[in-house]
């Protein structure tokens, strides 16, 4: 794998290997020996997805490169191109790219001669996000497959729901979208659902926020939890076992109740924290197949747990 861009890349046995790799790395402490630099491009404010790629990095052993879009030399309209290969010729050995364009990787990923992570484009593409919420999913019921799965919220615009609802069909779950009028996309063929139909239905709810920065318009939130959101009424409908997900960040009050947030069913920060070893899962892939380390380089501690 060249660069890792999107989860159409991944055959179901490349998604359950990075599975393993990620259980592996988070019972054994592991980091190269070598001096390795990464950076972080995001063009995009990222909390918990900047933030995991850094603390995964660190657990690597590898050096990070700063880097703030608004504070760089893209105000002075450098391309991002121009930018992805700065970083490559002052050393970097792999980058992270969030944009806001659907189709950025087109414009670099032929002339870009070090691995390239997608960390989110536009509305296209999230495929670590994709990944730990698989890991999740995975840990909670030692499968996909057979699963009934609702993607609730903003399917229109959101990357994760792209990124999830392909990924979780080839690995043979059963994938309904629960979306507001507006909310719908016409180019994907999963069944609708209304909130209150999918909540009696699903093993895994994963919600989604509205993506307001994406809107031509701003939209009125003002009744969106009571018509489409999961509140503690409907919440007491789901089966015992059903699970409550969240790429996040949360809008409290509007797509989920706040009281759902950290409650017994929720794993929202679950998937934040199996995001750290998702992403080292990775980062090893890439960097083992471009050859820029191999096992060897790997200082190996004994298990923590």
Known sequence: MKHFISMNQLTNEDIFNLLDTAEFLRKNDVKYEDQIFAANLFFEPSTRTKMSFEVAQRKLGLEMLD??????????????????????????????????ADDWYKEINANINVPIINGGSGKSEHPTQCLLDILTIYQEFGRIEGLNIVISGD??????AHSNMHALEQLGANVYVSAAPGFEDPNLNFPNLSIDEAVEICDVMMLLRIQHERHAETSDVGNYLDTYGLTKEREAKMKDHAIIMHPA?????????????????????????????????????LLKE???????????CEPTE
Request: proline fraction near 1%; aromatic fraction near 6%.
């Open 67 to 100: 880097f703030h879009a608004d504070s760089s030399s893209v105000l002075k309209g450098e391309t991002l191109y121009d930018t992805a290969r700065t970083f490559e010729s002052i050393g970097a050995q792999v980058l992270v790219i969030r944009h806001e």
């Open 155 to 160: 399917i229109k615009h959101s990357r994760v």
């Open 249 to 285: 960040p949360i809008n409290r009050g509007v797509e989920i109740d706040s009281e759902l947030v950290e409650c017994e069913r929720s794993r929202i920060f679950k998937q934040m924290n199996n995001g750290v070893y998702i992403r080292m899962a990775i980062m090893m892939k």
């Open 290 to 300: 471009w050859g820029i380390t191999n096992e060897n380089l790997i200082e190996k």
